[in-house]
């Protein structure tokens, strides 16, 4: 009886095992495998990979990376699904922004305004992956469909077009646009061949070094060179990216070598990864999003708005973030001629004596009180998501510890409608605030009076009119002092206070270069220049 | 059994209806909204304009009773809408996801109870014995550990240490073997251990006794009577899992990449596509009453005493 069920056992056991230790490369692999044709590449998916050893830098190859969000459809134009290709390298805007924010030529040389007359000029060379010269009826008419589908940028179809020639579109505009340069800077403003792509959602043809080998929805992309690149020499083969959302399962295919790179690193892998300097690279850059809070005039006394802010120590989160976000003093980076407004840092003394000059003293219960009423406590509404309720939790341990009596208010609603039903003390909010090298999008949707997040009641005619002033005009210099008289005013009143910039965090194997380590905007990741490891 | 299969149907349409009704009254009740998720899901700033002309684009403004009819039309017609991310038809990627979903439930039910019943049959046999004992611990252990842990120890010793299956993993067979791994630990100290007990429990049983008294095999015993009257509240217990199984595992299918409904979900609910949310809900509640009806016919086909009415 023992020896009988033992040998049942045993070869139900291999049964099993046999059925599911063969035949992987003969089955559908609707995340990754599946008519992979990068057969060439050290990257096989059904076979775990090589540790990583020594590695050096070599032209040729592939680079295998992640991808944190599934998405459905490569089209461009839609949503923001460029943010995607353009990290791919399979797209490209007319301009791109620099690791110094500033607006560069990429495929048109330039873009002259005069009035509401503003006429863009191709670069010298340009061409689709197929071969075909980029010419400027066919910008003209990619413009004209990213209005019709992304609402966001609906204004394109108010615009009169014109190509000139085949390198001059002449855009006529219904008012000055001083921001366009910065619109076709966003990732959306890509060029796709409309007249040889047959499947833009799964294989656009466009502009960029990588082309579309095999697109899976919702799963891995795997890319080819190009080989008609109007940019140049491409360094790598092709790209492959994997769709996988665990930050864990990341982690350990970059430990097993199946990974060469990738970016949204958590706190832990930055700790694992800096103790390996020999066989990791980490490359760390504040981004554009940064978290800020909101302090309502209404609820919360301004000496005590003042104060908050004064206590509020960036650093200390940041540290305890582990280097996933750093300190932020302003809504736009302080290097930027639009950035010169920023906050101080934590001040105490400064802060006490802003409270005791409006009355407050600190009680035995180290509470603010004024004519013997303790200060009300102050609620910190937060959604808890992208680490904003660690953040509040901290605010509230140094609010707390200097007299100001606070509490966490966590919040089930994404859409954060009690910030625009103005029910709140302090709430946090999360943005994107320097998406084009312009400070107008985020005066125009935080400041002025009305919009989305004037939350605070902030807005007032007297900024409003300056806005409308930013709005249109066209010089670099006069705008940047416009921003920063509006954002002056906006720190003085108290409403609003910085907290932290996310880190764009990336590691990369030794070998792996140009991975877009040093630019803010996340939607930039491989070029012609990128360099995969190679075993020595 | 056909008269009885077929009026368990046609109760399940009033059950269907509540389905759908609370299933779109949850997400038209659930914070968020997909139109300010399309427009800021990278963090740009948005207008309200904008936000009303999107909100209008994809229905959200219409009264909640004409939205919930318009989709209930549809859906009586096989039609489960579009989805708000990249507007393709839902039916397909739910059955897409829910074809990966059901291998993964099928292969670890097997393996679960291919390994499970005679294991739990064996330790009722050696009751105390040292192997009892030792598959005891086990049995414990595997049902306290969450399934996360299981698979992120599963990934460290076979993908890392080990080095016999990639991190990176395909929907394939080889791609299959963690995921199943990891799911059928926790089901198999289940199985096991309540096949033990109710093998225990027949074991003690007065015509257990009777029949080695007369001599009859213990093999027969066993397999013939013991085994087939502890069937009914193992194949309960084995529908119980196989019906958590199908909702699909969320976590051990993000961590192993596997492209089931339970992943589908996860990024559907992160997007608020709210389409994808609901047809995923309902097709799931409506294959879990047929395997409740699937599970009760069972009983019937096992025990003809039991009444099906």
Redesign the interface.
């Given at each position: 009886m023992k020896k009988r069920l033992a040998t049942l056992l045993l070869c139900l056991a291999m049964v099993f095992t046999t059925l599911t230790g063969c035949g992987s490369k003969s089955e559908p692999a609707p995340s990754g495998s599946t008519g992979d044709a990068n057969a060439n590449t050290n990257t096989s998916t059904s076979e775990p990979a090589a540790a990583p050893e020594a590695t050096v830098a070599t032209t040729g190859g592939i680079i295998r990376s992640v991808e944190g969000f599934a998405y459905a459809t490569l089209d461009p134009h839609k949503d923001y699904n460029s943010w995607h290709s353009q990290k791919y390298g399979l797209t490209e805007s007319l301009f791109k922004l620099g690791d110094d924010m500033k607006i560069q030529p990429w495929l048109a040389k330039s873009l002259e305004i005069k009035d509401t007359v503003a006429v863009l000029t191709l670069n010298d060379g340009v061409c689709f992956s197929n071969g075909t010269p980029l010419t400027a009826d066919m910008v003209k008419r990619n413009l004209e469909r990213l209005s019709e589908v992304n609402k966001r940028f609906k204004f394109y179809a108010n615009f009169t077009m014109e190509a000139t020639d085949d390198k001059t579109l002449t855009i006529t505009m219904p008012e000055v646009m001083p921001t366009l340069e910065n619109e076709m800077a966003s990732p959306e403003a890509c060029m796709l061949d409309l007249d040889a792509t047959t499947d833009i959602d799964n294989a656009p043809i466009s502009t960029g070094p990588f082309a579309v080998d095999v697109f899976i929805p919702e799963g891995d992309i795997t890319l080819k060179r190009n080989d008609n690149y109007w940019g140049g020499h491409v360094n790598l083969d092709g790209a492959k990216f994997f769709s996988m959302r665990d930050g864990q399962s990341k982690l350990m295919a970059m430990q097993n070598g199946e990974i060469d790179a990738y970016d949204s690193l958590s706190a832990t892998d930055i700790e694992i990864f800096s103790a390996e300097p020999d066989r990791y690279q980490l490359f760390s850059v504040p981004s554009q999003a940064r978290t800020y809070m909101f302090l309502n005039p209404k609820t919360v006394p301004e000496s005590v708005r003042q104060a908050v802010i004064l206590t509020v120590d960036r650093e200390s989160i940041s540290a305890f973030m582990g280097g996933t976000v750093s300190p932020s003093y302003g809504a736009y980076n302080e290097s930027t001629p639009y950035g010169k407004v920023q906050y101080p840092s934590i001040d105490l003394a400064k802060a006490k004596e802003i409270m005791e000059a409006d009355g407050y003293t600190l009680n035995s219960n180290n509470v603010y009180e004024k004519n013997g009423v303790e200060l009300p406590t102050i609620g910190l509404y937060c959604y808890a998501a992208r680490s904003i309720d660690s953040m509040a939790v901290l605010i509230k341990e140094q609010l707390t510890n200097s007299g100001i009596p606070a509490e966490i208010k966590l919040v089930e609603d994404p859409d954060g409608t009690y910030m625009t039903d103005k029910q709140y003390d302090i709430c946090f909010y999360r943005m994107t605030t320097d998406k084009t090298g312009d400070p107008l999008a985020f005066i125009d949707g935080v400041v002025r009076s009305g919009s989305y997040q004037d939350i605070t009641g902030y807005g007032n005619a007297a900024t409003d009119a300056q806005i409308e002033e930013l709005r249109f005009t066209i010089d670099s210099e006069k705008r940047a002092e416009i921003a920063n008289a509006i954002m002056q005013d906006y720190t003085d009143a108290a409403v609003f206070c910085p907290l932290v910039t996310y880190n764009r965090n990336i590691v990369m194997s030794t070998g792996v270069t140009h991975f877009a380590e040093t630019n803010p905007y996340e939607f930039y990741t491989l070029d012609a220049n990128t360099t995969a490891p190679s075993q020595k | 059994m056909l008269k009885y299969s077929l009026k368990r149907i046609v109760k399940l349409i009033p059950v269907l209806i509540a389905i759908t009704l609370i299933v779109f009254t949850l997400m038209y009740l659930t914070?968020?909204?997909p139109a300010?998720?399309?427009?800021?899901?990278?963090?740009?700033?948005?207008?309200?304009e904008?936000?009303s002309?999107?909100r209008h684009?994809m229905g959200l403004d219409r009264p909640f009773i004409i939205r919930y009819s318009s989709w209930v039309l549809n859906v009586l017609q096989g039609d489960l809408g579009n989805?708000y991310?990249?507007d393709?038809p839902v039916v397909p990627?739910l059955m897409?996801a829910l074809g990966?979903t059901a291998s993964l439930a099928i292969?670890c039910t097997?393996?679960s109870v291919?390994?499970a019943v005679?294991?739990g049959?064996?330790t009722a046999i050696k009751k105390d014995s040292l192997f009892d004992n030792i598959i005891r611990i086990f049995t414990f252990t595997g049902n306290a550990m969450p399934n996360f842990l299981i698979a992120?120890l599963l990934?460290?010793l076979f993908?890392?240490k080990i080095?016999?299956?990639?991190?990176?993993?395909?929907?394939?067979?080889?791609?299959?073997?963690l995921p199943?791994l990891a799911l059928s630990i926790p089901m198999i100290s289940r199985f096991a251990r309540q096949t033990r007990a109710d093998v225990m429990s027949q074991l003690s049983e007065e015509y257990v006794i009777g029949m080695h008294a007369r001599g009859v095999k213990?093999?027969v015993i066993l397999f013939r009577n013991v085994l087939h009257n502890s069937a009914g509240s193992i194949i309960t217990i084995v529908s119980l899992q196989i019906r958590v199984l199908i909702g699909g595992s969320v976590v051990t299918e993000?961590?192993?990449?596997?492209?089931g409904i339970g992943?589908?979900m996860?990024?559907s609910i992160?997007a608020r596509d709210f389409p994808v949310v609901q047809g995923a809900v309902l097709i799931l509640a409506t294959l879990q009453i047929l395997v409740n009806l699937l599970t009760d016919l069972s009983y019937f086909l096992i025990d003809k005493r039991i009444s099906l009415e």
């Open positions: - | 914070p968020g909204d300010l998720q399309k427009l800021t899901s990278q963090g740009g700033e948005v207008t309200p904008l936000l002309e999107v684009e989805a991310t990249d393709q990627k897409k990966y292969a097997l393996f291919i390994i005679p294991l049959v064996y992120l990934m460290f993908c890392i080095r016999a299956f990639p991190v990176i993993a395909t929907a394939s067979l080889k791609g299959m073997f199943t213990e093999r993000m961590i192993f990449r596997w492209p992943n589908l996860m990024n992160t």
